[in-house]
């Protein structure tokens, strides 16, 4: 056995022994990864069964508001209470104030007018809704979108039944001119690989940005180590010993690898297996297994460089562990991690390019999410295996410099 | 042999080794004493090839510094005053990693680690993780690292720190066996003077970048004889009249006069200043050859942590 082997075999062994390194790299992730795919559950799915209430005074009290009243309670996650019709917009809104009610709606006495004459113009308002502003945007959006779409149908229908004999005469059916509620818009999720057309689910989603996240979490196990071996005296004795810095290095860099990889497998079985137990949707790990390997392998050694060069830069283990996470943080949110990148302003859009977390998570996203294969990834994998040369070159120069 | 020839070493300003020349020779015990920050590390650490000097040359057994750094490290073994241990690791593997950097394979690593656990009484607790070890232990085990190699040259920095008297007496037993049996050239670095002066053939004072002693022990401690006068003196212009009387130097309540062939007529002067000045003299005593004093004496007993 060289030498490489024996600091490999010596490093494995530490990392065997070191309980707090397994809690910090893979039941920590894996207990994160489960709540963030479960509480992202409902921001992903459409179909989930979260529900509204929502508290209906009609003060309209007319047919064309019972009739919409009825086709609101069609809205699935809209709970609508019994409508009352003498409720004031004070009352309304002090009971979505109080937190019992998210949505307020308030059927106005000029909705039956609104309904029946489509001369009517936009001046009027025939309801209104008021909203706790806790709730979530896309869910508000989403909601009050269906409830205008209602309104519409309903109006449309009293346009034709006004003018039915005028449009049957033109040769307008009703079904021609009123939408029907559903199906209009025929959506298909797009995939490298033709043949499949699921719907992505919230874990699908997820799991790759976290994964990817909590691999660079390894920087702190490394930094405590090389920091130890730094102040204990055990580095300055193998410097004395003519042992290069770059075994060093790969010793270091084989070791966490293997670590790393068990990591990845670890949370991909918590995205598989565990987050459905809970009540979760379960991913799916693409078609390409090879591919998945490659990529997380190429994150591994790119969360590893990044690692050793925060240690080797720094100057005792709490710089390391502040400096290593502060960047992980600041790169995982310009990386689209956090915060998904179509929103992000355009210029910071721009710099999520130069994030070696995003470089990864569209890497795992390529694979898992876009059934791509290992073509796919090349890009990402030749800018996170580039960046991980440069930055253990750079490591490597601060060591040989380097005075401890 | 170790040859030093006009050594400097700065960190960045601030010099740490200020042309130092020196030869340690082979087979000997070198006591290494100095301050802290007096550069008796960083002259340790330029000996064993952790950081480059500055200007200077190094001859180590003839192999030199600038061009054989390998041949030097491979003679070389190096104890750190901090437990440069593996905690996580047994006693065992802790000897078998180390052993197998310095390229040790198959029966000769084996060979060697019984050694070291036999030299170093390691073998009660071999399978003990290092971590768990009691200090003195860990200290046995750091010392029987640095003899894996069968060193020539064995560097020691404080190797006795926070062991009991027991631990300490049989570390230096060790050390001198080593030095004897294997006629190792060992470089020992310690504060505490009196294990110098138990265990050193040579002693090497070091203060401010520069050696300001060196010899053989014997021979440095005849010469040191002094005259120690105890007395307190609360007048510093009459401070400055006593410390004008040659060889006389004053630390702390003590007025020191080297015991030389003026040693009377100074002796007089210094006590005649004394008595003029109706200053009281507590003691007089002759220091009796105590390296301590004479280490005092040349460094001054000033605190060094500060600068």
């Known amino acids: ?75 699935e996650n809209l709970s609508i209470t019994e409508p009352a019709t003498s409720l004031t917009h004070e009352a309304v809104s002090g009971n979505v104030q109080s937190g019992r009610y998210k949505f307020g709606l308030v059927i106005n006495p000029s909705f039956s007018q609104y309904v029946k004459d489509i001369k009517t113009g936009p001046d009027t308002t025939p309801v209104t809704l008021h909203i706790d ?44 001119i009123v939408p029907s509620e559903k199906g209009v818009i025929k959506t298909e999720f797009v995939y490298k690989d033709s043949s499949e057309s699921i719907k992505p689910n919230a874990a699908q989603q997820s799991v790759p940005a976290w994964l990817v996240f909590s691999m660079y979490f390894i920087t702190i196990p490394i930094a405590l180590v090389f920091h130890t071996e730094k102040s204990n005296g055990t580095y300055q004795r193998i410097r004395s010993i003519n042992i290069r810095s770059h075994y060093l290095i790969a010793g270091k860099m084989v070791s966490y690898y293997i670590l790393s990889m068990i990591q990845v497998v670890a949370m991909l079985c918590v995205g598989r297996y565990v987050v459905p137990l809970l009540g979760g949707d379960t991913i799916q790990f693409g078609n390409s297994y090879f591919g998945l390997f490659v990529i997380a392998s190429c994150t591994s050694v790119n969360a590893i460089s990044y690692g050793l060069l925060v240690s080797s830069f720094s100057k005792n283990t709490q710089m390391a562990g502040a400096m290593g996470a502060v960047l992980v943080i600041i790169f995982a949110a310009i990386g689209g991690i956090m915060v998904p990148k179509f929103i992000m302003p355009k210029n910071l859009q721009l710099l999520t390019n130069i994030s070696p977390l995003s470089w990864g998570m569209e890497g795992f996203l390529d694979i898992m999410l876009r059934k791509g294969s290992l073509i796919d990834i090349i890009p990402e994998c030749l800018l996170l295996l580039g960046a991980g040369l440069l930055m253990l070159c750079i490591t490597g120069l601060i060591l040989r410099k380097k005075i401890y | 042999m170790i040859k030093i ?179 190792t050239t060992i470089i020992y670095t310690s504060h505490y003077i009196t294990e110098i002066e138990q265990i050193s053939d040579e002693i090497v004072m070091i203060d401010n970048g520069k050696i300001i002693l060196s010899g053989k022990k014997e021979e440095i401690l005849s010469a040191s004889d002094t005259l120690a006068i105890h007395a307190k003196v609360p007048d510093v212009a009459i401070l400055e009249q006593i410390k004008n009387v040659p060889g006389v130097t004053i630390v702390a309540d003590t007025v020191y006069i080297d015991r030389n062939e003026h040693l009377s007529n100074n002796i007089i002067q210094a006590i005649t200043l004394l008595r003029d000045n109706n200053i009281n003299i507590t003691n007089i005593q002759f220091s009796g050859n105590r390296l301590e004093e004479l280490y005092l004496h040349l460094t001054s007993a000033s605190l060094r942590d500060d600068q």
């Open chain 1, 133 to 176: 502003p806790s709730m979530q945007t896309s869910v508000q959006i989403g909601l009050t979108q269906q409830m205008e779409q209602q309104l519409i149908i309903l109006r449309l229908n009293a346009f034709y039944d006004n003018y039915a004999a005028v449009l049957a005469y033109a040769g307008f059916s009703r079904s021609s």
């Open chain 2, 5 to 183: 020839e006009r050594l400097h070493k700065a960190y960045d300003d601030v010099t740490a080794l200020d042309g130092i020349d020196l030869c340690i020779s082979e087979g000997s015990i070198t006591g290494l004493l100095g301050p802290n920050g007096a550069g008796k590390t960083t002259l340790v650490s330029i000996l064993t090839g952790i950081i480059k000097k500055n200007s200077g040359k190094v001859t180590i057994q003839g192999f030199d510094l600038d061009n054989d750094l390998g041949g030097i490290q491979s003679i070389t073994g190096m104890v750190p005053q901090t437990l440069a241990i593996y905690p996580l690791l047994t006693s065992y593997e802790n000897l078998e990693y180390f052993g197998a950097l310095y390229g040790l394979r198959g029966s000769k690593l084996r060979e060697r680690i019984d050694f070291s656990i036999e030299v170093a009484s390691l073998k009660p607790f071999l399978h003990r993780r290092a971590g768990k070890c009691s200090g003195g232990m860990q200290r046995r085990l750091n010392l029987a690292i640095g003899m894996l190699n069968d060193p020539k040259i064995l560097y020691l920095d404080e190797p006795t720190v926070g062991v009991d008297a027991q631990s300490r007496q049989y570390m230096l037993d060790m050390i001198r066996s080593i030095n004897i049996e294997r006629h």
């Open chain 1, 1 to 75: 056995m060289n030498r490489l082997l024996y600091i490999i075999k010596k490093e494995i062994t530490e990392l065997t022994r070191d309980i707090q390194t397994y809690v910090l790299l893979i039941v920590m992730p894996s207990a994160f990864i489960l709540v963030m795919s479960l509480s992202m559950q409902a921001l992903f799915q459409s179909n989930q069964n979260f529900t509204v209430n929502t508290i209906v005074a009609d003060n309209s009290n007319s047919n064309e508001s019972k009739r919409f009243i009825d086709a609101l309670r069609k809205i």
